[in-house]
């Protein structure tokens, strides 16, 4: 049988390794769980929320998010993006389709479609 050799601070490195395996390396697991889970694993906060005053869909572009703690029961009046460039019409969204030359921006793109089939 070998007897373990000890290393300058007068541990084993075997001693050394059980004690980071079974202590810290737990703990470090345990936190990273805390984190993932604690996080919604990325994406839009699943608690931050803003106002769709044409319940089209899309939320306003310029407002601030709100918390469902602070909507006061209004939580259908909500959604989680703000891509509406104008949430006062229905018919304006992302998902709209553009007319050309008319001078909006129906698709929330940037600029009304021009004859050519390009934004302004």
């Known amino acids: 049988m070998k007897k373990l050799k000890k290393n ?10 059980k004690i980071l395996l079974s202590l810290v390396l737990p703990i ?3 936190v990273s769980a805390i984190v993932i889970i604690g996080s919604g694993c990325g994406g839009v ?8 005053a044409d319940a089209d869909g899309f ?15 209004e ?9 509406d460039c104008d949430d006062t ?3 304006i969204h992302p998902n709209a389709i553009d007319i050309p030359n ?3 921006d129906e698709d929330c793109d940037g600029g009304d479609t021009i004859d050519g089939g390009t934004d302004n």
């Open 102 to 104: 008319n001078g909006i």
């Open 8 to 17: 300058d601070n007068g541990y084993n490195n075997f001693m050394t390794r």
């Open 59 to 73: 939320g306003n572009s310029s407002a601030k998010p709100v918390r469902f703690s602070e909507t006061q029961g």
């Open 89 to 91: 019409n229905a018919n």
């Open 28 to 30: 470090f697991l345990l």
């Open 45 to 52: 906060p699943k608690d931050e929320f803003y106002i769709d």
């Open 75 to 83: 939580e259908e009046a909500y959604v989680v993006n703000n891509k």
